[in-house]
């Protein structure tokens, strides 16, 4: 089983996010994606691979949500959940969701929801940074992450309502927090399970290691903070903050990691899934698709840098030859360096490649078939 859900997660990641998939139509544009830098690395623990993304501006939009955005979200991972329509019909409110406290043990039974996600996401995932309760209800910081949409900036709140009126969601995203976010709170945040590991990977491809810090920052203190209060006016406070320093970026980095649950049934599809509409990469590695350069299976430890933005993979494996090759394919593509035959005055344009022997992105490989059409007509692909 494990080793079908790692083969499903790298199919998403490294294939899907390498696409450079926009949550618009295929009518638009592809993005110019930077490549990755890919070299080898010798630690203590044996070999493995260090990878370098150029430090990039924050891409503005991604700290707005739409509200069709959540609705996709809460249809998707409630049909994995199968509770389409157990889903709370008002908006949270301070004094009836803080009202709870004190009325659910620490060691209450939890729902048979919070145990089917409890038990899913802990496979994926690996065990809770921190010590969880019977049940998520009777913990201060999950109140607070229920309250913490209403303090939310325009642009945001209203998707951030959407998404916590589902328990699915909401829970989804509570132990996103607990079983990997918190990690990015420490400089230097280590991933040993290999899933985790390739979650850290995807995410790399579309945010800055400091913005993951920054999230994990955000979610450390959330607990802790929450775990301090003793009045419901503290607890909204915190909630606030939360809310405030998490904004638009920090939950769609919240929502991406909850939905790395959906893995385990997505085929490889071209615009690359829920995961790519939602954070869609900036960065590429070589190879792009299913046969990309860098494989991460199961024993792959993962260490990041913050400081740098770097990407140590120990237990990995990679063509390097190949990836030589698919790299300086991937960098012409992706980096417009067609444009250089602008210099002369002449626009030249393959109008079918010979370029294309490898690459499974949408629907490949085309040097087959164009090598086919082309000899019947008597020409040559080029």
Known sequence: MQTRVIHALYVLLLGGLALGATAAGAEEKLPVLEPVGVSGYQGDEGQGLRLTFKR????????????????EVVETLEEKFQQAGRRLEEKPHPATLVGMLGILPVDARPSSLERRVREEYEALLGPALVELPGTLESAKWFQALKLSPLYMGE??????????????????????????????????????????GAVTLGLLLTYSAAELYTVGQACLKLYQEAEAARTREELEAVARRFGKALGGVGLRVLVTVAGAKLARGLPEVPNGGLWARLSPPRFALAGGGTRGSVRVMAGTRAQVNVADGTLVLMGVTANTAAAAVTSAVSTARTTGACSESKQDGHHRHHLCTNKNDLSENHGGPWTPRFEGVLRTSGDEPG
């Open 155 to 196: 642009g945001v709140r209203e998707a951030a309502l959407e998404l916590f009126s589902s328990p699915a969601v909401l829970l989804s995203v509570g132990l996103s927090m607990m079983l990997y976010a918190l990690a990015w709170a420490a400089p230097e945040p280590v991933f040993s399970k290999a899933l985790a």
């Open 56 to 71: 990039l501006r924050p891409n503005p939009a991604l700290a707005l949500w739409t509200v069709g955005e959540a609705r």
